[in-house]
């Protein structure tokens, strides 16, 4: 699966991106959040209000218990404002 970063959760977890081996335990997006959290101290403080993280998976944004596949691309946002 390829995560996507955007903005501050960009520069706080240090990538743009990375692939990942879904655990077989991980099915949807509340649990990828969860299971990304311990991945590494960067991720646990990135993602630490993960309320605020907005989600798409293939280019779609959806809710938090939306079903993952191992072959889905999951971006991840931050709230943005705009004027």
Known sequence: ?????????RSKIGVPSE???LPADVTDV???IEW???RSPRHAEALANSKV???AVNQEHVPYD???????EVALFPPVTGG
């Open 1 to 9: 699966m390829k995560v996507l970063y955007f903005a501050w959760l």
């Open 19 to 21: 692939t990942v081996d």
């Open 30 to 32: 509340a649990g990828l």
């Open 36 to 38: 990304l959290k311990s």
């Open 53 to 55: 993280v907005k989600v």
């Open 66 to 72: 939306h079903p993952l596949s191992a072959s889905d």
